[in-house]
């Protein structure tokens, strides 16, 4: 089994910058494409960024130019950098990833449980 855990998220006011990590552990072989997600109250996920293998990103509009996706492959972690954050921003945020299991044959979605990102205005 893989377990993903996010952590960085917390509470700050409108402008402010917080930077979100991923670690993906257990019986890794390989990890293909990387992204983050977000929930709001009310609201259905929405995906937010994604990171290939190869490091091509693609970010969802209303954060394109604010966000930053990045990834450590050594570290099997992945990264969210999030810049000039809004009240909008407000949601619980989602890792996900596309994992080759040892002995497996194929890949598998996992997730992580969440982190709560409060932005005050």
């Known amino acids: 089994q893989v377990q993903l855990v996010e952590s960085g998220g917390g509470l700050v006011h409108s402008g402010g910058s917080l930077r979100l990590s991923c670690l993906a552990s257990?019986?890794?072989?390989?990890?293909?494409?990387m992204g983050w997600y977000r929930q709001a109250p009310g609201k259905q996920r929405e995906l937010v960024a994604l990171?290939?293998?190869?490091?091509?990103?693609d970010y969802a509009d209303s954060v394109k130019g604010r966000f930053s996706i990045s990834r450590d492959d050594a570290k099997n972690m992945v990264y969210l950098q999030m810049n000039n954050l809004e009240p909008e921003d407000t949601a619980a945020y989602y890792c996900?990833?596309?994992?080759?299991?040892?002995?497996?044959?194929?890949?598998?979605?996992?997730w992580g449980q969440g982190t709560q990102v409060t932005v005050s205005s």
């Open positions: 257990g019986d890794i072989f390989s990890i293909d494409d």
């Open positions: 996900a990833a596309y994992v080759y299991e040892s002995g497996g044959a194929y890949s598998s979605l996992y």
């Open positions: 990171i290939s293998t190869g490091g091509s990103a």
